[in-house]
């Protein structure tokens, strides 16, 4: 049976003048940074409309940003009418807009959220101390191998399981360092350090972990109005309870999106939309050859091209978002 998925990205997909277009065009994207705004207290839109870049690249803004302006395409396509997903799913920060997207959390909850999960990723590890690496053209067992071996008693871990023959490493800044030097040996096809502020998904975030956690037990999760394929186990659960243990467990586990992939695929989903900036899920669907269809909704102009994906969408399933 086909169906239609909405995923949303994670950090890395932002850029300075995100979200304008969408903001200028659908007053419903308008109030969501308005809303976001008075949440923090500040003018995040402005940030995101105007940069400057280097401060939008800081993870406690960026995280927040990339949320916002997720939720602010979602809601104009909601105001345009588009279809309902049968599942939601997104890359580590997008797991936060997809709980948003299944009615779990509110937004004013969510962007006040990923600001202090931000915030305590960085100051998790000292800056410089720990590192990410994107390793292509290896396949995942070699990638596992050469971290055990690379890790010499320090952390490193695959951090982001992102298709078959794509994947980052991430842990201690030198034991990323000799993982990167045995895979190049080993015949990946590169083996690249990442320019990031610091190695996510990975034991050196547990300090993170715990004060999230402390943060995440406060909070109100409703239970989902859409299944959510979450990062940790790469399935799909239903209930707030869970959606809160899944992402309190991220913070120092690996993202298994190619198994997202997979498993959404193997539920008959034909069709994604990547809402939110960027195009950067969208690639990785398209690679992955499971016959899923991907586009993305940035902006307006991307947002009517959209549309072109639901025809293969049956009408008993083309239910308007709620």
Request: charged fraction near 20%; glycine fraction near 8%.
């Amino acid at each position: 049976m086909n169906g239609l998925a909405y995923i949303f990205p994670g950090q890395g997909s932002q850029s300075a003048g995100m979200g304008r277009a969408l903001a200028e065009r659908y007053a419903a994207a308008r109030e969501v940074f308005e809303e976001a705004d008075e949440a923090l207290g500040f003018s995040l839109s402005r940030l995101c409309f105007e940069g400057p870049a280097d401060e939008l690249q800081l993870t406690e803004n960026t995280q927040p940003a990339i949320l916002t302006v997720s939720v602010a395409a979602l809601r104009a396509m909601v105001a345009e009418n588009f279809p309902a997903p049968r599942y939601v799913a997104g890359h580590s920060l997008g797991e936060y807009s997809a709980l948003v997207a299944a009615g779990a959390l509110d937004l004013k909850t969510a962007v006040q959220t990923v600001r202090l999960r931000g915030r305590y990723m960085q100051e998790a590890v000292p800056v410089g101390a720990g590192a990410m690496a994107a390793i292509l053209g290896a396949p995942l067992e070699m990638i596992v191998v050469a971290c055990m071996e690379a890790a010499e008693g320090a952390v490193c871990s695959p951090a982001n399981i992102n298709s078959p023959n794509q994947a980052v490493i991430a842990g201690d800044a030198a034991a990323v360092d000799r993982a990167i030097e045995l895979l190049r040996e080993r015949g990946a096809k590169r083996a690249i350090k990442l320019n990031v502020s610091a190695p996510f998904h990975c034991a050196l975030m547990r300090p993170a972990q715990e004060r999230l956690a402390e943060d995440l037990t406060r909070i109100e999760f409703r239970d989902l109005s859409v299944p959510l394929v979450t990062n940790v186990t790469a399935s799909a659960v239903t209930s707030g309870e869970a959606a809160r243990e899944a992402l309190v467990q991220q913070v120092t586990a690996p993202v298994r999106w190619s198994e997202t992939i997979e498993f959404l695929a193997g539920e008959g989903v034909s069709a994604a939309v990547e809402i939110g900036p960027g195009k950067v899920l969208s690639g990785l669907v398209k690679g992955a050859n499971l016959n899923l269809r991907c586009v993305n909704v940035e902006d307006s102009t991307s947002l009517e091209s959209a549309r072109a994906i639901f025809d293969a969408v049956p009408e008993s399933e083309a239910q308007t978002v709620k």
